[in-house]
């Protein structure tokens, strides 16, 4: 790398010094994003529910030179979270990472079902944000929502109503969030993923359903978690530092085929 390449790095997307905090790191996009902001210079904690996957994920980590440590969390439970940011302490960047979704039409929904989709994508990103803001404002951090194409008003399909619902408020709650905290310092932004492969969907996406969905796609594949890596890091980066309130779509032109 040149001089002139590392100095444009450096003003665009170098995290060295910066602390970041991944909820649903355990595994796919966040387990992905987690290293991504370490390789770029970020010291990362990973925070799930499962501690023990987390410690074997955290040394995986130490071993590429990437500094990271582990918290115990469940997003849906605001005594847990508050434990956790008590002890994490301030971060410089925060992601709101964690989410499930289901797989029966609405009507059909259970309550439970429901409750489970939106306390883990909303109200726990909510949960998240609010008991992490007093130290990303001592540290002008930012966050980063993870949403989805199917919550930020681009389509949406059956089977996946609480899903949607619960991305499309995340949008809006970083839309919000963003207003509120930018005289405090701190940028929020959303990141609306298409279809991307992970360990979790690999074999579906393998069978005759999934190479249906994959041909809707204009580009005819699946984006890969490496292809999100760019987004993330104009979003959280130095580089973008006017930006707040903005949601990145990365899918593939995916949206161009079902808006």
């Known amino acids: 790398m040149s001089a002139a390449q590392s100095a444009l790095f450096q003003r665009l997307f170098d995290l060295t010094g910066k602390r970041a905090l991944i909820t649903g790191a355990s595994s796919g996009i966040g387990a992905h994003l987690a290293r991504t902001l370490g ?24 071993s590429e030179q990437i500094g990271a440590e582990v918290v115990a969390m469940d997003v849906t439970d605001a ?12 971060v410089d960047i925060l992601v709101n990472n964690s989410g499930v979704s ?28 609010k008991a992490f803001a007093p130290g990303l404002i001592a ?23 609480p899903y949607a619902a619960s991305k499309a408020g995340l949008v809006q709650l970083t839309k919000a969030m963003a207003l509120e905290l930018a005289r405090d310092g701190v940028r929020v932004n959303a990141l609306a993923p298409g279809y991307t492969e992970t360990p979790i969907n690999a074999e579906f996406f393998a069978t005759p359903a999934g190479q249906k969905m994959i041909r809707a ?43």
């Not at 609405?106 to 994508?121: I, K, P, Q």
């Not at 540290?139 to 996946?160: E, M, N, P, R, Y």
């Not at 130095?238 to 808006?259: E, F, K, M, N, Y």
């Open 139 to 161: 540290q002008q951090g930012v966050i980063l929502k993870v949403a989805s194409i199917l919550g930020a008003g681009l389509g949406v399909l059956k089977t996946v109503g």
């Open 39 to 62: 390789q770029a210079g970020a010291d990362v904690v990973l925070a799930a529910r499962s501690e023990d996957k987390l410690e074997r994920y955290a040394a995986q980590l130490r």
């Open 102 to 129: 289901g797989h029966e039409m609405l009507m059909d929904t259970a309550e439970a079902d429901w409750d489970r989709v939106l306390d883990t994508n909303l109200k726990g990103a909510w949960l998240v944000s």
């Open 79 to 90: 005594a847990s979270v508050g434990a956790a940011a008590e002890a994490v302490g301030a």
């Open 217 to 259: 796609i204009p580009q005819r594949r699946l984006a890969q978690p490496e292809d999100l890596d760019a987004a993330v890091l104009s979003l959280v980066g130095p580089g973008g530092r006017a930006t707040t309130g903005t949601v990145i779509v990365v899918d593939g032109g995916h949206t161009l085929a079902i808006s």
